[in-house]
C-alpha cells in the first residue's frame, strides 16, 4: 500500500468518525479501503469484505454512534450483495470447504458466564 493509499485511509476513517451518514466505505469496489471502527476493522476486496477485532458498544452517546457506523456498513454490505444478486454477478462458489447452505447455521441467545 502506497503512503497515499495510508493517507485516504486515514481520511476515510476520520470523515467515517465525524460524519457516518457520508462514509465512503464501499465493499466489494477494491482492494485497498479499509475503516475502523471502536477496533473492529474492515478490509475491502473485491471479492469479499474482512472483518476482524471487537468493539465496546456502551449505552452511551458514543455507543449509539458507534452503533449508527456498524449499521451503515453493514446495510451498504447487504445492499451490494442484494444488487449483485438481482443482477446476476453473485458469486455461487465458496472460496472455503463446505457450502453454506449444506451447514446448520443456528445461533441462540446465552447467559454471560462471567458477569
Known sequence: MTQSDHENDAQLSQD?????????????KN???SMQIGELVFEN??????????????KN????EQALKLQHVFNAIVDELQS????????????????VSEQTQTSK???????
Open 31 to 33: 482492494d485497498h479501503q
Open 16 to 28: 467515517s468518525e465525524q460524519h457516518p451518514e457520508t462514509m465512503a466505505f464501499a465493499p466489494y
Open 61 to 64: 452517546e458514543k455507543g449509539l
Open 84 to 99: 449483485a444478486q438481482s443482477n446476476g454477478t453473485l458469486d455461487k462458489a465458496v472460496t472455503k470447504g463446505v457450502n
Open 45 to 58: 476486496q473485491t471479492d469479499k469484505v474482512i472483518v476482524y477485532g471487537d468493539i465496546d458498544i456502551y
Open 109 to 115: 441467545m446465552v447467559d454471560n458466564p462471567f458477569s
